[in-house]
């Protein structure tokens, strides 16, 4: 028996979103395990950032500051980047939520959320796939969400692009299986970022995710980069066409 692998020493990551929440924390962990690791976000300032962050690391780090919907832009900067070197990782971490009741929801919400959230996972994954085929290896890992899995009193879009990227998962997986290429998905709860900050102020609703939650807290990013760097990773070789879901237990008995 042997403990296996879970560097990423000579790997060359991308990170969507990755420069806030659990994408930034994605890809310093990245880093922190010997990966080269490509951010891409909208804002410059951040993805400096966060560059910096992974070069303190002793990795190599690139930005592109795109929005994900603009695959072609995304794809002709990462192929810049990357010159003919293989992409060993790929993350699908940007997404979006709008906290509409289902009446409520507008057909321009409808189609920014689908078009972030799945449309761009769809289309970003298979540009990855169509590095990784050559080689005969590669890591794709899509940031779904515990409402992906069961149901959530408001957000219904959110949910279903997050259950579509469930089942993508699965189908991606038993397509490219063959050449090698493990299409995994992780499904968080809440946990502590900028983003979920104002939300987690409110004590009523902290108090009502927390009866949801069987470890009864909060989780911290450094709590959900081992499952990203654990499919990465050989560790992970194994295994594909799974959730994880990284939520204290709140997907035990739902919402």
């Known amino acids: 028996m042997y403990l296996p692998n879970f560097r990423l020493d000579n790997n060359l990551a991308v990170v969507t979103g990755g420069t806030k929440g659990i994408g930034r924390a994605t890809a310093i962990s990245f880093a922190q395990s010997g990966a080269d690791v490509i951010i891409i976000a909208r804002n410059k300032q951040d993805l400096l950032n966060t560059k910096s962050e992974i070069e303190f690391y002793g990795q190599k780090a690139w930005t592109v500051q795109a929005d994900v919907n603009d695959y072609d832009s995304i794809i002709e900067e990462v192929d810049d980047i990357r010159d003919g070197r293989p992409l060993d990782i790929w993350v699908n971490n940007a997404g979006m939520n709008i906290r509409s009741l289902a009446e409520d929801v507008s057909e321009a919400e409808w189609e920014k959320i689908i078009s972030t959230n799945m449309k761009s996972a769809f289309f970003l994954a298979q540009y990855a796939a169509k ?30 692009t997050k259950s579509a990227l469930i089942q993508m998962t699965k189908n991606l997986a ?31 609703y902290v ?18 980069t081992g499952a990203a760097v654990f499919l990465a990773s050989d560790a992970g070789n194994y295994m594909t066409g799974q959730t994880l879901f990284v939520d204290g237990g709140m997907t035990i008995y739902g919402f």
């Open 131 to 160: 590095t990784m085929k050559p080689v005969k290896r590669g890591k794709i890992i899509n940031i779904s969400s515990v409402g992906g899995h069961t149901a959530l009193r408001t957000g219904v879009v959110y949910a279903m």
């Open 174 to 204: 038993l397509e490219w299986g063959s050449d090698q290429i493990n299409v995994n998905a992780i499904g968080p709860w809440y946990f502590e970022t900028a983003l979920t900050e104002q939300l987690l102020n409110d004590e009523d």
């Open 207 to 224: 108090a009502d995710i927390l009866d949801r939650t069987p470890l009864k807290r909060i989780g911290k990013l450094e709590e959900i």
